[in-house]
């Protein structure tokens, strides 16, 4: 029986009929694969968020009913993400823009002289913040197996001189989808007196998440991964750090008192909590879409959504090791388990070119490049002879440095499974056949220019 007569797409989401053109002029249903970067917003979150809209109001302060009502979703869309992550008693909720934006504020309050720990084969997200808050940072060599993971860890703690001292983790990695050991370097990190903070934009998504199972200390991730748009993330965890800290923005909303002083200074008093960190008004519909994301995802089950996904991943990757011109990376192995997102190189193809060719040849919408993750995906590809290509190749970063990149695809609770039976069709006849069609560098892009005279070639 095949995939498509076995398993549907267990949550709607929108987007799920747009009919896209092909190079040739025909139209095709769009396969959206690039969960990774951008879940498509959940029908549930839509109608929830269209069914608010006419009660938009202020947050806070307002004595009008939208005021109110719109007061009372947010901090009630508060609560509902404190109960999808089973965070502690004491801990909080702080509505931000993104992943990228909670880390940042992390990083602001985290106390001058704590060491950071982090793997160098993190998401620039989870990478990148602590260095430039002023932050001493330990990068660790990517591991090639769980138990590496935690040993090094376990040894660069051991090293490490006394002071404060903290752990940024994935919880799956962005590039190969590989599910990270969070609870063993969380007891590890714990064991050595340094606190966690957990990347799961990639895992929240996927997986259910407990904060108080895995005993991490703070966990972030994005609204625009779990299938709510609107541009807000999440930060929560432990306050007492957060609670000590200046605030992340200084304005509205996160003052207590603001005072003149007789010398003519302004004298200020800042809340604690969530208020503290949310200065400004704040993006209620963006929170509120968070909330019902996490109650669709939670009413769905995990259970099912997990299972049905391994399902799809299976799938993909029994289908592309079938295609010997196919390398998919990995750093902890083949039977590693990884959540819905995965990627790879193709022997004789520059990524940009035949990701170019899966858009515009099948309808197909994959991304090409480094992921935002560049240490990683060097790591991954090492040696590996990347195909020249006439449109579409990545200059290198640096002055001498090889043009690498890799293609990545990504699916989850709203992907059909027809989507990826095509996937793995489209790439069996490229490997095969070659692109219909030759591609030029437009704008950086990689554009369709000429149909291929296929019995010229052939001949």
């Not at 929108?14 to 009919?19: A, E, I, N, P, T």
């Not at 919408?365 to 002879?385: I, Q, S, Y």
Request: with cysteine; proline share 5%.
């Amino acid at each position: 029986m095949s995939l498509s007569t076995e398993i549907c797409a267990p949550l709607a989401v929108l987007g799920h009929d747009v009919q896209v053109p092909l190079a040739s002029g025909e139209k095709v249903g769009y396969a959206a694969l690039d969960y990774a970067a951008s879940a498509p917003a959940l029908q549930r979150v839509w109608d929830d968020v269209a069914a608010y809209a006419p009660y938009y109001g202020s947050v806070h302060r307002g004595a009008g009913y939208l005021s109110q009502l719109s007061t009372d979703l947010f901090e009630q869309s508060r609560r509902t993400v404190a109960d999808f992550l089973d965070l502690r008693d004491g801990d909080q909720v702080v509505f931000t823009r993104a992943t990228t934006d909670s880390l940042n504020l992390l990083a602001s309050a985290v106390p001058a002289g704590t060491r950071v720990f982090a793997f160098e084969t993190e998401h620039h997200a989870s990478l990148l913040p602590w260095a430039h808050a002023g932050l001493e940072v330990d990068y660790l060599r990517a591991p090639r197996s769980r138990a590496e993971a935690v040993a090094a860890l376990d040894a660069a703690l051991a090293a490490a001189p006394e002071g404060p001292k903290l752990l940024c983790v994935t919880g799956a990695s962005n590039v190969t989808g590989e599910l990270w050991p969070v609870a063993e370097l969380t007891a590890t990190a714990h064991r050595h007196g340094a606190r966690v903070v957990l990347d799961a934009a990639q895992l929240a998504p996927h997986h259910r998440v407990s904060v108080r199972e895995l005993g991490v200390d703070w966990i972030a991730f994005s609204g625009h991964k779990l299938y709510a748009p609107f541009g807000a993330g999440v930060l929560a965890g432990r306050s007492d750090w957060l609670d000590a800290a200046e605030p992340y923005l200084a304005g509205g909303g996160a003052t207590r008192t603001v005072a003149r002083e007789a010398d003519g200074s302004v004298a200020v008093q800042w809340h604690t909590g969530p208020a503290r960190h949310e200065a400004g008004s704040p993006n209620v519909i963006g929170a509120y879409a968070i909330a019902s994301a996490c109650r669709a995802l939670t009413e769905a089950g995990f259970d099912a959504l997990e299972a049905r996904e391994r399902l799809l991943v299976e799938r993909l990757t029994a289908g592309l090791a079938e295609i010997p011109q196919v390398k998919v990376l990995s750093l902890f192995g083949p039977d590693s388990a990884r959540v819905g997102v995965l990627s790879f190189v193709v022997q004789g193809w520059n990524s940009s070119h035949f990701s170019a060719a899966l858009s515009a040849e099948y309808g197909i919408g994959v991304r090409d490049g480094l992921f935002c993750a560049h240490p990683l995906v060097r790591t991954l590809l090492g040696d590996e002879e990347v195909a020249p290509s006439e449109c579409g190749a990545p200059e290198p970063s640096l002055p001498g440095e090889r043009s690498l990149n890799a293609i990545r695809v990504s699916f989850g609770a709203g992907t059909p499974d027809e989507h990826v039976e095509r996937f793995l069709t489209a790439v069996r006849e490229l490997v095969t056949d070659g692109a219909a069609w030759n591609y030029r560098n437009e704008g950086g892009r990689c554009v369709p220019t000429v149909e291929v005279d296929r019995s010229r070639r052939e001949g």
